[in-house]
């Protein structure tokens, strides 16, 4: 009887291959396990910047680039316009208010000059003539005004006499109703005339007021003219230096045209731009400082205008105290403006760090000194040295605040020490 032989379940080649497997799983686990920690990278220190966090006064500050101008500027336009007759000085020079500067020939102004006096003087004319005239008319009337009187009076004696011979039975009821009629007639004509004089005297008196309002209109229009024709000689408005004077004889000057500028040499100002971002931030009486021949002097803002040009706006800022001896008009000056208060904070030296990180995380150093490591933060605002700290870390502790373009994704770096 045949025995029946069972198949062996783990055979040799089996075994092989379940070990070939186990240690090719082992090798490729062992090699993550070995590689598997974080990125490091050793460096040398001697090319790094290392700053130390610290905790001190801290303000708000932004470059920004003025130029000094003169305290005081102003610009000569053309009032009228006509063509250029004569300079009388050149630009750059020194004047004193009233001054000529220069003259403009304009024909039709003047000719409208003389047309005007011509139409004064005959209005004057006209009204003197009128007022002679109304006075002998007033004369005529009053003379006419005595007559009635007279007869007037002459006719009341009369009538009062016949009167009184009436009643006393000496005089016929005909001749007193005649001496009545007579009375009452001059009575009435006396009223009359008083009336007619009152009216006459009140139309008279407003013709004559009329006339002086309306010889008063033209003198005035006469005065306006002429000051157009003597504004034809640009003058001098204050003392200071002529500038930017750009006219030449015989050249055309429309009317507003610019032709120069007066600056008052007596102290400066200056004109800053400002990036609009700060718009909002930037106010009168806000200071900044400068360097010059190595001492600091103080600014403060004196106006601001919100027009904005090229995404900048500008103020303007007048010294503190006494202007830096040897300052000149043109001149550029790089001021730090404050735009806060000073306060203390947490503070961390500015460095090319922020354009790799965006001010997300720094490289900390250890304790020891031996490695940096990535740490996260939290920025705040910013001067021109410094940022504020508002998180991540805090004084004492050592970052690298050196460029981090060369480090890659590394996660650790390896201080050396030469």
């Known amino acids: 009887m045949d025995r029946k032989i069972e198949k062996k379940k783990w055979s040799t080649k089996r075994l092989l291959t379940i070990?070939?497997?186990?240690?090719?799983?082992?090798?490729?686990?062992?090699?993550?396990?070995?590689?598997?920690?974080?990125?490091?990278?050793?460096?040398?220190?001697?090319?790094?910047?290392?700053?130390?966090?610290?905790?001190?006064?801290?303000?708000?500050?932004?470059?920004?680039?003025?130029?000094?101008?003169?305290?005081?500027?102003?610009?000569?336009?053309?009032?009228?316009?006509?063509?250029?007759?004569?300079?009388?000085?050149?630009?750059?020079?020194?004047?004193?208010?009233?001054?000529?500067?220069?003259?403009?020939?304009?024909?039709?102004?003047?000719?409208?000059?003389?047309?005007?006096?011509?139409?004064?003087?005959?209005?004057?004319?006209?009204?003197?003539?009128?007022?002679?005239?109304?006075?002998?008319?007033?004369?005529?009337?009053?003379?006419?005004?005595?007559?009635?009187?007279?007869?007037?009076?002459?006719?009341?004696?009369?009538?009062?006499?016949?009167?009184?011979?009436?009643?006393?039975?000496?005089?016929?009821?005909?001749?007193?109703?005649?001496?009545?009629?007579?009375?009452?007639?001059?009575?009435?004509?006396?009223?009359?005339?008083?009336?007619?004089?009152?009216?006459?005297?009140?139309?008279?008196?407003?013709?004559?007021?009329?006339?002086?309002?309306?010889?008063?209109?033209?003198?005035?229009?006469?005065?306006?003219?002429?000051?157009?024709?003597?504004?034809?000689?640009?003058?001098?408005?204050?003392?200071?230096?002529?500038t930017s004077m750009d006219s030449e004889v015989g050249q055309s000057k429309n009317k507003g045209d610019r032709l120069g500028q007066i600056d008052v040499l007596s102290g400066y100002k200056v004109r800053v731009d400002v990036d609009e971002h700060y718009i909002s931030q930037v106010y009168i009486g806000l200071t900044g400082t400068f360097q010059f021949a190595d001492k600091t002097y103080t600014l403060k803002i004196k106006k601001v205008f919100p027009q904005i040009t090229n995404s900048k706006f500008q103020v303007d800022m007048q010294f503190v105290g006494t202007a830096p001896k040897g300052i000149r008009r043109g001149q550029t000056l790089q001021i730090l403006l404050a735009l806060s208060d000073e306060t203390k904070q947490v503070l961390l030296p500015k460095g090319g760090f922020i354009e790799k990180t965006g001010g997300n995380w720094v490289f900390k150093m250890s304790e020891d000194g031996k490695t940096a490591y990535k740490v996260a933060v939290q920025l705040g605002r910013q001067s021109t040295d410094y940022y504020e700290i508002l998180g991540g870390l805090k004084p004492g502790d050592k970052v690298i605040t050196s460029s981090y373009d060369t480090f890659g994704d590394i996660q650790e770096l390896i201080l050396n020490k030469n």
């Open 19 to 242: 070990g070939g497997i186990a240690g090719l799983v082992l090798l490729i686990g062992g090699s993550i396990y070995f590689t598997s920690g974080k990125s490091k990278l050793s460096v040398d220190t001697e090319r790094l910047t290392i700053s130390e966090v610290t905790k001190g006064p801290f303000v708000v500050t932004i470059p920004v680039n003025g130029v000094v101008t003169p305290i005081t500027t102003i610009y000569l336009d053309a009032v009228e316009g006509g063509l250029v007759e004569a300079k009388y000085v050149e630009d750059g020079a020194n004047l004193k208010k009233g001054d000529p500067i220069l003259k403009l020939s304009n024909t039709d102004l003047e000719l409208n000059l003389a047309n005007q006096e011509t139409a004064v003087y005959a209005a004057q004319t006209q009204m003197q003539i009128s007022q002679n005239n109304a006075v002998s008319n007033t004369i005529n009337k009053l003379n006419q005004m005595a007559d009635v009187d007279n007869a007037f009076k002459e006719a009341e004696r009369i009538y009062k006499l016949d009167k009184h011979l009436y009643e006393q039975k000496a005089l016929s009821q005909q001749d007193y109703q005649s001496a009545l009629n007579t009375y009452e007639y001059q009575l009435n004509r006396r009223k009359l005339t008083q009336r007619i004089l009152k009216q006459d005297t009140a139309l008279v008196k407003q013709q004559n007021k009329q006339a002086q309002e309306q010889y008063a209109q033209m003198k005035t229009t006469l005065t306006l003219m002429r000051k157009k024709v003597a504004d034809l000689t640009v003058r001098a408005p204050i003392d200071g230096q002529l």
